[in-house]
């Protein structure tokens, strides 16, 4: 039965796959991309996500949160340093796994897992996207129509 089962539990007890998911997400920040087993990669991006949008706002509160599960001083300086910045307007999303094949040893599925607004080769390609601005009301704007001559006008010459 799966009641309960949230998460991948990654064959680890709590306290270990806490520590190795902290390890992996403070690499992810320092090098931009890893790689890893899918399944790890999976429970990374859900794992760090959420603190890159807690550092999107830099408060001490949610500096010592997301230094609660970091447990890095350097990580958590980079990640709402340099990283919160590149991802400012990003809505969700920072992460992007891709696929690599199979490890020789164990036949055990590899992906790489990187920060989105880093890899410059996916995003030459695409132009700035350009924003746009809706109204609440979603009304059409009014446009001023210029004067129709009449005939009056065209008597009087």
Do not use: W
């Not at 039965?1 to 920040?29: D, E, V």
């Not at 959420?50 to 830099?58: E, F, H, L, R």
């Not at 020789?104 to 132009?127: Q, R, S």
């Amino acid at each position: 039965m799966r009641h309960g089962k949230k998460f991948n539990h990654l064959g680890r007890k709590s306290a270990h796959r806490k520590a190795m998911l902290a390890n992996m997400a403070c690499s992810l920040i320092e090098h931009k991309r890893i790689n890893t087993t899918t399944a790890k990669a999976k429970a990374l991006k859900q794992f760090i996500e959420p603190m890159i949008t807690k550092s999107k706002s830099d408060t001490t509160h949610n500096r010592r949160i997301v230094f609660s599960r970091l447990r890095q001083k350097e990580a958590v300086a980079e990640l709402f340093r340099d990283v919160a910045a590149k991802v400012g307007d990003r809505p969700g999303g920072y992460t992007r796994i891709i696929k690599l094949g199979n490890r020789l040893g164990d036949n055990a599925d590899m992906a790489m897992i990187e920060l989105v607004d880093y890899n410059e080769l996916y995003n030459a390609g695409k132009p700035a996207k350009k924003t746009t601005r809706r109204s609440r009301r979603g009304g059409k704007k009014a446009t001023t129509v210029p004067p129709v001559e009449t005939q009056a006008s065209n008597e009087e010459e």
